[in-house]
C-alpha cells in the first residue's frame, strides 16, 4: 500500500506540479498513457490529490445546477452568502457574477447588434460592473418607459451601457405607466414611437430586473407610481410581480390584468422571444415574483444569492 501511494504521489506530482505531459511520464515510469491516466484518477479518489479552486466571487454551484434542471434556463448565477453576513446586500456581488456572463456574450454578439435595458437596482449593479467594450459599437435600447422619480431610471442606465459599449442609446420618450389605457392607444398611433417599440423588440440581448407588489419592496411604490392600496389591489387579482414594468400572477401569465392595458414598453411575449435575456433579482420578499417571472419563461439567465435560490426551489416543490 504505501509503495502504491509512492507512485500515486510521483505521478501526481510530475503532472501537476511541474506540468509534464502524460506520455512523458508514461515513458519515465515505463507505462502506457492510460495507466498514467488512471494513477491521476485514484491518487484524486484516495484524497492524494486534492484541488482547490478559487474563484473571485463565492458561487454555489450546486444550487446553479438545481435552477437550471428546475425551471429550463440557459445558465444561473448564485451568490454563496456566509451566514455572518447576513446584514451585508450582496446586490453588487450579484451583479458581478451576471456581468460576467453578459460580458462574454457581448463580446461574441456580431456588428450591427444591439441590447435593451429595463429598470432597477439589480440592472444598475449588473451594468456597472461591465467592462468597457468601446470597440463594439453596440447600440443600447431602453425596454420601457422611463419613470423618472426613480434614481436607476431605465433612459439613464440605457445611455450608461451604451457609452461602455461605444454605441448609441434609444430612448422611449413616454412614462412607464399612464392613467388610462386610451392614453397608451394614443402613443401607438405616434410612428416615433412604435419604431422604438419596435427597436425594443428586436434586441439580441436583453437585461432586467423583477419587481414585486410586496410595499416593502415595490419599485412602482418608490416611484410615486402606484399607492400601497393599488398594490392590494394588484395582490387581490393574484398578481406577484412585474417584469419590464409588466405585471404577472405566479404562473407567470399576464393577461387579463388592466394595469397592463397601461404600460409602456415590450410586451411579455416580445421579452421572450429575445434570444438572450438576463433577469438580476434577489431577495425574500421577492420569491414569489421570480418563481412567477421564471415560471412564465421571461429569461435564460437568473442571477440571484443562495438563500434566494433555495426558497425559489422549495415554493416550486411546494405547489
Known amino acids: 500500500m504505501y509503495q502504491r501511494d509512492e507512485l500515486l504521489a510521483t505521478v501526481a506530482s510530475l503532472y501537476y506540479q511541474l506540468h509534464i505531459s502524460q506520455s512523458d511520464i508514461a515513458a519515465r515510469l515505463d ?41 429550463g434556463l440557459k445558465d444561473a448565477y448564485v451568490l454563496k452568502t456566509a451566514s455572518d453576513q447576513t446584514n451585508e446586500n450582496p446586490l453588487g456581488a450579484i451583479g458581478r457574477l451576471a456581468a460576467t456572463c453578459i460580458g462574454r456574450v457581448i463580446e461574441g454578439l456580431p456588428p450591427g447588434s444591439s441590447i435593451g435595458v429595463a429598470w432597477g437596482t439589480g440592472v444598475h449593479a449588473a451594468v456597472s460592473a461591465l467592462p468597457d467594450h468601446y470597440a463594439q459599437n453596440i447600440d443600447v435600447v431602453q425596454l ?28 422611449l420618450h413616454a412614462p412607464v405607466l399612464v392613467e388610462y389605457p386610451e392614453s397608451r392607444e394614443v402613443l401607438m398611433h405616434e410612428s416615433a ?31 410615486g407610481l402606484l399607492s400601497r392600496s393599488d398594490l392590494s389591489k394588484l395582490r387581490s387579482e393574484g398578481i406577484v410581480g412585474e417584469i ?75 405547489d
Open 31 to 71: 507505462v502506457s498513457s492510460s495507466t498514467v491516466s488512471r494513477l491521476l484518477k485514484e491518487a484524486h479518489q484516495k484524497g492524494i490529490v486534492e484541488i482547490q479552486i478559487r474563484v473571485p466571487t463565492p458561487r454555489d454551484f450546486e444550487l446553479e445546477q438545481s435552477l437550471i434542471k428546475c425551471f
Open 244 to 318: 419590464c414594468g409588466r405585471f404577472f400572477n405566479r404562473a407567470g401569465h399576464c393577461n387579463g390584468f388592466e394595469i397592463n392595458k397601461r404600460i409602456i414598453g415590450i410586451d411579455l411575449e416580445d421579452l421572450r422571444q429575445i434570444p438572450q435575456s438576463f433577469a438580476i433579482a434577489h431577495g425574500l420578499l421577492k420569491v414569489e415574483a421570480i418563481l412567477g417571472a421564471l415560471r412564465g419563461r421571461y429569461m435564460k439567465v437568473l442571477a440571484t444569492d443562495d438563500r434566494t435560490a433555495r426558497a425559489l426551489l422549495d415554493l416550486a416543490g411546494a
Open 193 to 223: 414611437f412604435r419604431e422604438a417599440i419596435l427597436r425594443a423588440r428586436s434586441v439580441d440581448v436583453a437585461i432586467t430586473g423583477i419587481g414585486t407588489v410586496q410595499d416593502e419592496a415595490s419599485s412602482f411604490l418608490r416611484a
Open 144 to 171: 420601457l418607459g422611463g419613470v423618472g422619480a426613480l434614481a436607476i431610471d431605465s433612459p439613464d442606465l440605457a445611455r450608461m451601457v451604451a457609452q461602455k459599449l461605444g454605441g448609441r442609446h434609444y430612448d
